[in-house]
């Protein structure tokens, strides 16, 4: 006796995980929001959480592929990949820390790297960015950052302006 059994094929899903991606190799944690269709579940390097955490923290610098795997209700399971490259930080210097004696002037910060392209944020700054303002500084020690990049490459540096008091005149 001959039992015919039929099959139905049905088809894979047709997964999308996005683009490809670049990071700087520290602790960024980001979302991986573009994969297609929602609900699936993310593998390899870097992955931090299957529902789709990256963090670049602790990876070398170099291309990987992280992978996108969907099941749909039928039980099949396709996935697709999502090159990403990793990229040392940027190294950046502020410049030495700096001495000044309480006065009416402006002083341009400089022998800072790179020297483009850099914010710098702290008391007193001029409208330039790049210049402190002495006459808003009370005497002490005023620390000022400096960044560089942005995301996952953003990088800051520290320099101390320590501003001594006024001498007394009698």
Do not use: K
Not at 140 to 145: K, L, S, V
């Amino acid at each position: 006796s001959e039992t015919q059994i039929d099959f139905e094929v049905l088809p894979l899903p047709t997964v999308d995980a996005g683009d490809d991606l670049s990071f700087c190799s520290q602790d960024f944690a980001v979302e991986l929001e573009e994969a297609a269709p929602a609900g699936g579940e993310w593998f390899g390097p870097g992955i931090v959480d299957i529902d789709g955490l990256f963090n670049p923290d602790g990876l070398s610098e170099g291309d990987y592929n992280i992978v996108y795997v969907f099941t749909n209700s039928f039980g099949c399971s396709n996935g697709d990949s999502v090159a990403v490259e990793i990229t040392d930080l940027a190294a950046i210097d502020a410049g030495p820390d700096l001495t000044f004696c309480q006065s009416d002037s402006v002083h341009e910060f400089s022998d800072y790297f790179p020297e483009i392209d850099v914010f710098w944020f702290g008391p007193g700054l001029s409208e330039g960015q790049d210049g402190v303002d002495l006459t808003l500084l009370a005497p002490g020690d005023h620390t000022f950052t400096m960044t560089f990049g942005s995301e996952s490459c953003l990088v800051e540096d520290n320099l101390v302006v320590s501003v001594l008091p006024r001498p007394e005149v009698n």
